[in-house]
């Protein structure tokens, strides 16, 4: 219990520092919300790094392909079935946080979880940015929320998961998109979808922020390129042979179909935890459907909201989550604050906690006990997410894809590459 409290003390600080900043009309500046967030991050960095649990993937998974790297090879055919299913851009980003843990003597605990600290603090300015374009004056105060999200905290200090390095990405993709700058917008969502294919579900924000075809065209061409980039990078690198690319992106696509912690497939499995083929076929059927809908439905929405409909939508179906998941959503959610939003914030972050405190001190038949009732209680954090759904444009009512600000009506200025 020292450790849950301790733990768990800067987490409930920076959620009531967020309700009380909103009720209290606090407008903070960025250098008190970055100077309140790497406060926060840093503690919590503290007490996990000294804890004897440590995360699987980021203890062994990310370790040994940081490892791999080094030693010149390509863990997507390396390591073990599931354990790396990444192109070789945050492999690249792991061997970097290896080598200089190893340079400066700072063991792994703490270096391997150093980038996602780095992103997520620098997704606060940007979440003020995303605020701004609707309401400049709630800038600063959007930005302190962000800061203070026990999850982009948790999944950052404690996880040390990639959620806040594809985030950054595709929030800066959206800001630059946003000031009419197609080739960086389009290099940003790449950078967002070589480190995670679900930033896919960010495209369609940034194509809809810019205006006319060409720009449209350009930018898609840079998202695909940098992928492409980085795939074939490992032929020049890491001695992948040019004929097992093929196979290489499909194991870089695919994941273990574990299922029975969220949302439906709690329900279906009774809350036990499962690996079953089949829940990943249906799944997959059942998140297309859902995410298409919400596509259709959203289409005539502002781009952030559209963005924030797909992640979230992406959340209430899914089959197959991690805590992590929960990051997803927050940039967007939090910079347009609407219906709900402190509700879904708060019970993310409680529901999370409990799976990364409390959970993690069980032995496995405890686990299996709490794990029934915890991933069926997920059914009221859908629910909350399901009320903190954008709202949908009135028929003829048009989202700020059609721009009108000067960007939109000049050129691109941008010069051709």
């Keep these: 219990m020292t450790h849950v409290a301790a733990a768990g003390l800067p987490l409930v600080i920076g959620l009531v520092l967020a309700v009380t900043a909103q009720r209290a009309g606090w407008r903070p500046s960025l250098a008190a919300a970055l100077a309140v967030g ?20 980021l203890a062994e998974d990310f370790r040994s392909t940081a490892d791999t790297v080094l030693a010149g090879r390509d863990p997507l055919v390396y390591l073990r079935e599931g354990g790396w299913h990444f192109l070789p851009f945050l492999a690249y980003v792991l061997a970097g946080q290896r080598a200089l843990g190893d340079l400066l003597g700072v063991p792994w605990s703490v270096i391997g979880r150093a980038v996602p600290i780095a992103c997520d603090l620098a997704l606060i300015p940007l979440v003020g940015k995303l605020a701004a374009d609707r309401d400049r004056d709630a800038s600063g105060l959007r930005a302190f929320q962000y800061a203070c999200a026990p999850v982009g905290v948790m999944v950052s200090a404690i996880h040390g998961q990639f959620a806040p390095i594809t985030l950054l990405f595709g929030a800066a993709a959206l800001v630059a998109a946003r000031r009419g700058r197609a080739h960086a917008a389009g290099l940003l969502a790449g950078f967002a979808v070589t ?35 980085f795939l074939l990078s490992g032929c020049a690198f890491l001695g992948t042979p040019v004929g097992d690319l093929p196979a290489t992106v499909a194991k870089s696509l695919s994941a273990r179909p574990v299922v029975g912690d969220w949302g439906w497939t709690a329900v279906a499995t009774g809350g036990h935890q499962v690996v079953d083929p089949a829940y990943g076929r249906i799944g997959t059927l059942v998140l297309a459907g859902g995410v298409l809908a919400a596509a259709w439905w959203w289409r005539r929405a502002d781009p952030v909201a559209l963005t924030l409909a797909l992640l979230l939508a992406f959340l209430i179906v899914t089959h197959r989550f991690g805590a992590q998941y929960l990051a997803w959503p927050m940039p967007c959610l939090i910079a347009l604050a609407g219906r709900g939003t402190r509700l879904a914030v708060a019970a993310s972050g409680v529901w999370a906690a409990f799976g990364y405190l409390y959970m993690t001190r069980l032995d496995d038949s405890a686990w299996r006990d709490v794990h029934v009732w915890w991933a069926l209680s997920s059914l009221a954090v859908a629910a909350l997410l399901v009320r903190a759904l954008p709202p949908r444009p009135a028929p003829g009512e048009q989202g700020s894809g059609e721009r009108d600000d000067e960007a939109a009506r000049e050129p691109d200025q941008t010069p051709a590459r």
């Design 38 to 57: 790497a406060a926060l991050r840093l503690t919590l960095l503290a007490v996990a790094a000294r804890d004897s649990w440590q995360p699987y993937d």
């Design 195 to 229: 480190s995670a294919s679900w930033a896919a579900l960010l495209l369609p924000g940034v194509l809809l922020v810019l205006a006319g075809g060409r720009r449209r065209i350009t930018a898609l061409a840079w998202t695909a390129a940098v992928p492409l980039g």
